[in-house]
């Protein structure tokens, strides 16, 4: 012990206790949703204990058969939403992208300033406009009503991504472009063979917090989902909320959990990646 | 050397050799047609999702439009739904009162919290990015209807908290359905998710450079007198960035005041945030024209909210490169 220790400070300072006590105090609320859907339904609300008296895993198929529709179905919705939109803006961001940062055109600064603009534009502002636009085309209630939601993003209107990436690809050497333009290269195989295969890591940290935050995002979703069927988790989990009294209690927890444990798991595998992300570009979780 | 007589290179690897075309000057070219054509996705976005729903909202805000209207319907009213705003409508006050309470407690709130547990992990020690990755854990989940909802079961009047208070012989009340508490849960709801920011002061606090703390122990400066005058100048312009992505993102919230309230607003509209008026108003009463122009208040108080930040910032915010 003595050994192993030698010469390090003392484990237990003030500092170290102030931090444990912090992280039970900043954790608690999510281990006790955890530890609350194994819980018997009459005991999950004032019971203060993270551990459940009695353990029953009963409100999980509770829960995913709790409205006409199953919880997998709303689940499934989610996820295609969220796939959708990570290889939307994965692709339209990195073209928009490469032509901010390594392109030589007419007003590309003022292009550039008007991006910066709109990554402060809160969607609320638009959310209006939009809606009636894609109600005249029929999106709104049609056979595909995620349209909407997807659609947006193949036209790169994430600025928050384009401008990741374009602050991510000014630190690619330029001296390849240049080799490779000796060598021949067009503007198009410049970005197929060097900026594309290097963009990696962006397009990684593109892809976690496009997945995280649509799969997140309740209001537009909210707004374009009128159909029980076509509902996504977030918006099938508010159904909860009108469904009051002790039997809904238990339900409403197992699917909480299940609908936080994609992002979760995102968490735990990419933590150093998800720091980082928004040390670079103060992006938001 | 010129370019034409430059000795055979290896090509790159893979590089297509239909793209070889030997002896073009490689500099000074104008991409204008391949920029506009990788930038083309973008465009069509500022055009179709951006600019012209813009435009649209601005002119509907002048209208009586309402979903279910036919377009040739719709009649232009001038500026009766400013005024009507403005004048006689309380819901309107009343979510301009409640957002700026949130945005105005939570904001700082948060951002000490933040600013604080910061302090704590800038000293390398094992666990150190442990913590930093548990605490940033509420921000990834934190907006999210799932938590809400487990908020909601917290504060109940059967509810965890009261569950806890109970033990100490504290009867508590119905958090969430109390006018004078609930805005308090959603505040408390917000400075939980004060990992974020944290993170983004710590990677500044990185960067204050040790020889700064050197010299005002040199000086004999304690710890309090150092953090004043090295640690809070020298990290001004983090805290400003985090002041300003805070503060509107502070005024955005909806998702936790839909889920907290019932998507009402309630009890007795103390957390109608601005935004979950706007939706009320949009898609519940189908007022589109009314709530286009609340859209445009909500815009316009936004920008200049973010131009009075960026005025004072002046006064405050150190830029250490700009002062020597």
Redesign the interface.
């Known amino acids: 012990m003595v050994s192993v220790t030698a010469g390090r400070?003392p484990f237990i300072t003030p500092?170290?206790v102030?931090?444990v006590l912090?992280?039970a105090l900043?954790?608690y609320?999510?281990a006790?949703?955890l530890g609350?859907s194994f819980k018997a339904p009459e005991e999950?609300?004032?019971?203060?204990s993270v551990l459940p008296d009695t353990w029953t895993p009963a409100n999980y198929p509770d829960g995913w058969s709790h409205f006409d529709v199953a919880f997998g179905r709303f689940f499934l919705n989610s996820f295609m939403v969220a796939t959708l939109t990570v290889v939307a803006n994965c692709t339209?961001c990195l073209?928009?992208a490469?032509?901010?940062a390594r392109?030589?055109?007419?007003m590309?600064g003022f292009?550039f300033a008007?991006?910066i603009g709109?990554l402060?534009?809160?969607s609320?502002?638009?959310?209006?406009?939009?809606?009636?636009?894609f109600?005249s085309f029929g999106w709104v209630g049609g056979p595909w009503p995620y349209l909407p939601l997807i659609v947006?993003h193949?036209?790169?209107?994430d600025a928050f991504f384009?401008f990741l990436m374009v602050q991510f690809m000014r630190g690619i050497p330029r001296e390849l472009d240049?080799?490779?333009?000796?060598?021949?290269?067009?503007?198009?195989?410049i970005?197929r063979?060097v900026v594309l295969?290097l963009s990696r890591p962006a397009l990684v940290s593109t892809a976690i917090f496009s997945f995280?935050w649509t799969?997140?995002d309740?209001?537009r979703q909210?707004?374009y989902l009128s159909d029980l069927e076509k509902y996504t988790a977030?918006?099938a989990?508010?159904l909860?909320?009108?469904s009051t009294g002790q039997s809904a209690?238990g339900p409403?927890?197992a699917?909480?959990?299940l609908?936080?444990a994609p992002?979760?798991l995102?968490?735990v595998a990419f933590?150093?990646l998800?720091?980082e992300g928004?040390?670079t570009t103060?992006l938001?979780? | 050397m010129s370019?034409t007589t430059?000795p055979a290179?290896p090509?790159?690897q893979?590089?297509?050799a239909a793209?070889?075309?030997?002896g073009?000057p490689?500099?000074h070219?104008?991409?204008?047609r391949?920029?506009?054509l990788?930038?083309s996705?973008?465009?069509?976005?500022?055009a179709?999702?951006?600019a012209?729903?813009?435009l649209?909202?601005l002119y509907?805000s002048f209208t009586n439009?309402d979903?279910l209207s036919e377009w040739s319907d719709i009649k232009w009213v001038g500026l009766a739904n400013y005024r009507t705003m403005f004048t006689d409508d309380p819901a309107f006050w009343h979510a301009v009162k409640v957002t700026l309470v949130f945005a105005l407690i939570a904001t700082p709130l948060k951002l000490g919290a933040a600013l604080g547990?910061a302090l704590?992990?800038n000293?390398s020690?094992r666990g150190a990015?442990v913590?930093?990755?548990?605490?940033?854990?509420?921000?990834?989940?934190?907006?999210?209807?799932?938590?809400a909802?487990?908020?909601r079961?917290?504060f109940?009047r059967?509810?965890?908290l009261?569950?806890?208070l109970g033990?100490f012989g504290i009867e508590g009340k119905a958090w969430v359905n109390d006018p004078s508490t609930a805005l308090g849960t959603l505040i408390l709801l917000a400075i939980?998710?004060f990992?974020?920011p944290m993170?983004?002061f710590l990677?500044g606090l990185k960067q204050v450079p040790t020889e700064l703390y050197e010299a005002a122990e040199v000086d004999g400066a304690g710890a309090f007198r150092k953090f004043l005058s090295v640690t809070l100048p020298m990290l001004s312009p983090v805290i400003f960035?985090n002041l300003v992505?805070e503060t509107?993102?502070g005024?955005?919230g909806?998702?936790s005041a839909?889920?907290l309230s019932?998507?009402t607003g309630g009890p007795v509209d103390s957390t109608l945030m601005y935004?979950l008026q706007?939706?009320l108003k949009?898609?519940g009463q189908f007022e589109?024209g009314y709530?286009?122009a609340m859209?445009?208040v909500?815009?316009l108080t936004?920008g200049l909210v973010?131009a009075v930040l960026f005025r004072t910032g002046r006064f405050w915010v150190h830029y250490s490169d700009g002062d020597d």
């Open positions: 400070r500092r170290a102030i931090l912090l992280t900043v954790l609320p999510l006790w949703m609350s999950i609300l004032n019971n203060v339209s073209l928009a490469y032509a901010f392109l030589r055109f007419r590309r292009w008007i991006m709109t402060l534009l809160p609320h502002v638009l959310i209006v406009p939009q809606f009636v636009m109600r947006p193949l036209l790169a209107t384009v240049d080799a490779a333009k000796i060598d021949g290269c067009s503007a198009y195989s970005f063979y295969p995280i799969w997140n309740f209001f909210l707004v977030p918006v989990l508010t909860f909320i009108d209690v409403m927890f699917m909480s959990v609908s936080l992002v979760f995102f968490f933590q150093r998800l720091v928004i040390n103060g938001k979780g | 370019v430059r290179q090509r790159p893979s590089g297509p793209h070889q075309r030997r073009r490689a500099r070219r104008d991409d204008g391949a920029g506009y990788f930038l996705p973008w465009l069509l976005g500022l179709l999702v951006t012209i729903p813009m649209v909202s509907l439009y979903i547990v704590l992990l000293k020690f990015g913590f930093r990755g548990l605490f940033y854990l509420p921000s990834l989940l934190g907006g999210s209807v799932a938590v909802m487990i908020w079961s917290i109940d059967t509810g965890a009261n569950a806890f033990w939980w998710q990992g974020a993170v983004i990677a960035f992505l509107i993102h005024f955005q909806f998702t839909f889920v019932g998507g935004t706007l939706y949009g898609f589109m709530a286009s859209a445009w909500f815009l936004i973010t």
